[in-house]
Nanobody, 119 residues
Framework: QVQLVESGGGSVETGGSLTLSCAVS????????MAWFRQFPGQGRENVASFNTGIGRITVADSVKGRFTISEDNANNKIFLQMNNLKPDDSAMYYCAARVCTSKTYNFWGQGTQVTVSS
């Protein structure tokens, strides 16, 4: 059973930085497909950043490009989202997600961590 547990959310002022962490367990596929999503109140989830180690691809949404970085520590089964120059529009619930790389659907989700950016 794949389990994802996020941490690192919180409140920060405009221009500040936060690093979100996601502890991954039970994910035993040779290629890793993982992502960070965010969800604003009353809206669907937005894919913020993702990677696919099978094809060596990293994808970052235009809305956060140049400010957010996704990375992994495979030895310790963690993925990270480094968020710099945060803006109030970045305030959302952030979720860690994983999928089997042969599927387009993210089947595994964490519970989410709240990020609030004040102006």
């Amino acid at each position: 059973q794949v389990q994802l547990v996020e941490s690192g959310g919180g409140s920060v002022e405009t221009g500040g930085s936060l690093t979100l962490s996601c502890a991954v367990s039970g994910y035993s596929y040779s290629s890793r497909c993982m992502a960070w999503f965010r969800q604003f109140p009353g809206q669907g989830r937005e894919n913020v950043a993702s990677f696919n180690t099978g094809i060596g691809r990293i994808t970052v949404a235009d809305s956060v490009k140049g400010r957010f970085t996704i990375s992994e520590d495979n030895a310790n089964n963690k993925i990270f989202l480094q968020m710099n120059n945060l803006k109030p529009d970045d305030s959302a619930m952030y979720y860690c997600a994983a999928r089997v790389c042969t599927s387009k659907t993210y089947n595994f989700w964490g519970q989410g961590t709240q990020v609030t950016v004040s102006s």
